[in-house]
């Protein structure tokens, strides 16, 4: 009975330890790599150096690249933060519209993300050429197509969080003379912060993710994704991509960490 | 007495259901609109003749359902055993375990994707049908196990309890109380996972080889100039009846499996 006990344990731990493997390794090479100079994975190491980091910070395609990913991803997630929080306390107060509403903020999450980037790219034909505005494709109309597919992710934050509100802490509030404004900003809006931040955490790394909405709607606008993808479909090989990839992975680890010690600090704190 | 007055700032809500309606809605009656309009601006279904006589555009769409079926399968029966053990004991206490399943997602998928192609090189394997299929697996793999160990983890555990006091095997329980239990998570799953193969179309341009490509690519080829907008949208369309037919069976399977779980309740 204990050696059943025992061989299940293994068995458990060799299928979890399988697919991390599968998953890390390719990221893992990645990283040890950034740190040759070596053209392909594979090849002759050669010795230690930060050739790839200095070569990222010279090529002026991809820092564009990855400036353009920042600001699009920070813009549009702010943009999406506060539009999906206002809405969610919207939706919060609707009794019939609700239903419509919520369905309405589920249809760029549900539909396949190639038709929505069409979908914005024949609207920019229309406002073009049809209502004669003039602006062009790039980072401004990404921007809003970023923040128009965020927006829902935030909401589905921000309402689960509304939900569970004391409600008589507002009515408190505003029995006390507060007027709702006032009261939504110093009483309801600090206990939706948490939810909040999650929600901007949660659009920013979709905005940083998106490709295909980027890649159609970007002009000659290029972020990370639609910058690499092209230059490796072109020319198969960009070995800086490496000293990149290996930033932004220990980017997400350190905040992934904090985030976890912040949390546990929270939970230790309410017990 | 002074009368409350209710506050109730359902106004809030008003300016994301404008934009909405220019952002979302809009785009999709144009969508629409392009599908069903000839050259001349009359209504036509010309647009989807061509795009279903046209063997590129059929081939491609069959190909494309092969392989978001065949991927989707793959990632089921990679994530459900891994699902499966992080939601047992002791595995359950352990709640960075499942966090490190989830955190490459965080990074830029096409930056994942070039660095399994840079270990496919080294390994010397050609880019291929199966490759590519690999690529899928390995990108969209965190969201089929995400909803499934969701399930899994708040599942009553005295419903195993119970199964296993009457007399069943391990065996037995899993499949006749775990793994129907497990059923929302699947069907979550799979529609996180099947319909957005599609349009992922940067994973296999850089994996597969030219054969081996989704719609989304046929899609956005047919964009590139304006002659092709009607037979993109005529695609495109096609593509949003199929997500509604994805829809509309997945909270039918959901709805059935509630409705046996409370009907097994009531009596």
């Not at chain 1, 299940?8 to 990283?31: F, G």
């Not at chain 1, 939900?163 to 505003?174: D, R, V, W, Y």
């Not at chain 1, 939810?195 to 905005?207: Q, V, Y």
């Not at chain 2, 956005?220 to 993109?232: D, T, V």
Request: hydrophobic fraction near 50%; include cysteine.
């Amino acid at each position: 009975m204990k050696d059943k006990k025992i061989l299940s344990l293994v068995i458990r731990w060799l299928i979890l330890i399988v697919v991390l493997i599968a998953i890390y390794l390719p990221i893992a090479l990645i990283i040890l790599y950034s740190f040759s100079e070596v053209r392909d994975l594979g090849g002759e190491y050669g010795s230690f150096s930060f050739g790839l980091y200095a070569k990222l910070f010279q090529n002026k395609e991809l820092m564009t690249a990855t400036m353009n990913t920042l600001i699009i991803g920070l813009v549009s997630a702010f943009l999406a933060t506060i539009l999906g929080s206002v809405t969610a306390i919207g939706i919060h107060y609707m009794t019939k519209m609700r239903k419509v509403v919520d369905t309405a903020s589920q249809i760029t999450v549900v539909n396949a993300e190639i038709v929505t980037a069409m979908g914005f790219y024949l609207l920019f034909i229309f406002l073009r050429d049809v209502v004669h505005l003039s602006f062009d494709l790039g980072l401004g109309w990404l921007i809003i197509a970023h923040t128009v597919i965020t927006t829902p992710y935030v909401i589905l934050s921000v309402s689960p969080r509304l939900k569970q509100l004391n409600p008589n802490l507002l009515e408190a509030s505003m029995d006390l003379g507060a007027t709702p404004i006032r009261s939504l900003v110093t009483v309801m809006l600090p206990q939706l912060f948490g939810s909040m931040i999650s929600g901007f955490a949660l659009a920013f790394t979709l905005s940083l993710d998106d490709f295909v909405v980027t890649s159609i709607n970007g002009g000659k606008t290029y972020t990370i994704s639609t910058f690499v993808y092209n230059h490796i479909r072109r020319s198969g090989v960009l070995p800086e991509v490496r000293s990149l990839s290996t930033i932004i992975f220990l980017f997400v680890l350190i905040a992934m960490i904090v985030v976890n010690i912040v949390k546990n600090k929270n939970l230790k704190k309410e017990k | 007495m002074k009368k409350a007055k209710v506050f109730r700032p359902t106004a809030f809500a008003f300016p994301y259901i404008a934009v909405t309606v220019v952002f979302v809605i809009v785009p999709l009656l144009l969508v629409t609109l392009y599908a069903f309009r000839g050259n001349d601006g009359s209504f036509t279904i010309e647009n989807f003749n061509y795009i279903f006589s046209q063997a590129a555009y059929r081939n491609s769409l069959f190909k494309t359902v092969g392989i978001a079926l065949l991927a989707t399968v793959l990632c089921l029966l990679v994530s459900y055993p891994v699902a499966y053990v992080l939601a047992s004991h002791p595995f359950n206490k352990m709640a960075v375990l499942a966090l490190l399943f989830v955190i490459p997602t965080w990074m830029n998928f096409v930056l994942r994707i070039v660095a399994l192609k840079s270990v496919f090189n080294w390994m010397g394997l050609k880019p291929s049908f199966w490759t590519g299929i690999i690529g899928l697996v390995y990108d969209f793999l965190p969201y089929m196990l995400l909803p499934i160990y969701t399930v899994l983890s708040n599942l009553d555990k005295s419903y195993v309890e119970a199964s296993k006091d009457l007399g069943s095997n391990d065996f037995l329980t899993f499949w006749k109380v775990t793994f129907p239990l497990s059923i929302p998570g699947i069907i979550s799953g799979i529609s996180m996972v099947f319909m957005p193969i599609f349009s992922a179309y940067a994973v296999t341009g850089l994996l597969a080889d030219a054969g081996t490509t989704v719609i989304g690519r046929g899609i956005e080829q047919l964009f590139s100039q304006p002659s092709g907008y009607g037979a993109g949208s005529a695609l495109s369309f096609v593509l949003l009846l199929l997500v509604f037919i994805v829809m509309f069976l997945s909270s039918f399977i959901t709805g059935k499996t509630n409705k046996t779980l409370t009907g097994g309740k009531k009596r």
